[in-house]
């Protein structure tokens, strides 16, 4: 709560927000409007934000959008997300590579772990609306081997 407060006063200054609680509320509101980028905090009561995100981006691609998701509200968010891409960016106090891969297996465009400092923010928020995935989406490189010492 705290976390989402100080993220929405950092973005109020140059930005119009709006502000969900849960995952389903934020899934209500993407059906109704239009936004350019989505800041999804990852554990949020009802549906937590990996799931919203997971239902965003079936949405988006014109399938079923998941069960836990009202029927009227999932054809509403089709309805209005099919063939788009809206940015998703994720606010974590999880910190871990595990969690920031769980984010982007999830969907989400970029990875932002609490707490943050309000350049940072403003920073993977352009990156992310501008199309720039904020972490490395590609899988790991194996190591070079090592070369002999001599």
Known sequence: EVNREVATMTLERAHRVTSAG?????????????????????????????????????????????????????????????GGHVPILAMTAHAMDEDRDRCLAAGMDGYLSKPFRHEQLAAVLAAVVH????????????????????
């Open 131 to 150: 199309g720039r995935a904020t972490v490395e989406r590609t899988a790991p490189q194996p190591p070079a081997p090592e070369r002999p010492a001599g």
């Open 22 to 82: 849960t995952g389903l509320e934020a899934l209500a509101f993407l059906a109704q409007t239009d936004f350019d980028a989505v800041l999804m905090d990852v554990q949020m009561p009802e549906m937590d934000g990996l799931a919203a995100t997971v239902a965003i981006r079936a949405a988006e691609g014109g399938g079923p959008v998941s069960a836990a998701v009202p029927e009227e509200l999932a054809r509403a968010l089709t309805t209005r997300l099919a």
